[in-house]
């Protein structure tokens, strides 16, 4: 029984990735809500993953690009016609090495970085991204995969965010 309520927990992530020239890495989906809209890379985690390591496996799923963690700009939940909870950690993250885009087709239109301020008038921009484009520098967390919780819970893998 406890196995089926979770089925209705969902847990998402999604990466604003930010380059060295201060550009935004978005996408447009090819389906469901955000179908048409610039959004941010995003997908659920993973059974055996952590939230950071989900984030940084959608981001290269959907473009490409290999990135760090810099930090969690915000959470974003709701609930689904009364029956889902459906919950998602937006990170920031920075490219690691050379990049160039790569589309994954079957899931996206179209994945480019851009000025956020030509973002800002798009009526293709979602609700989501033009929202996080208020975000300050100062408001991000940082992480600290250094601390065990002891033994007795079996972690493989434990990371705080602060």
Avoid at 15 to 42: D, F, Q, R, T
Avoid at 51 to 67: L, M
Avoid at 121 to 144: F, G, R
Wanted: proline share 3%.
């Amino acid at each position: 029984m406890g196995s089926e309520k979770r089925a209705n927990v969902w847990l998402a992530v999604a990466g604003l990735v930010i380059n060295s020239n201060g550009e935004w890495l978005v996408v447009k989906k090819k389906y469901g809500g955000l179908k048409g809209k610039w959004s941010i890379p995003a997908g659920f985690v993973n059974a055996n993953e952590t939230i950071d390591e989900a984030v940084v496996r959608e981001v290269k799923e959907e473009t490409g690009i290999d990135c760090m963690v810099k930090g969690i700009v915000g959470i974003r939940s709701g609930v689904i016609k009364e029956e889902i909870s459906d919950n998602m950690i937006i990170f920031t993250l920075k490219p690691t090495a050379t990049y160039s885009v790569t589309v994954q087709e079957k899931e996206l239109e179209e994945a480019i970085f851009v000025n956020p301020e030509l973002l800002k008038h798009d009526p293709d921009t979602s609700v989501l991204l033009k929202y996080y484009m208020e975000m300050l520098e100062n408001q991000l967390t940082t992480i600290n995969d250094t601390v065990n919780p002891g033994d007795i819970f079996g972690y493989t893998s434990y990371k705080i965010f602060y």
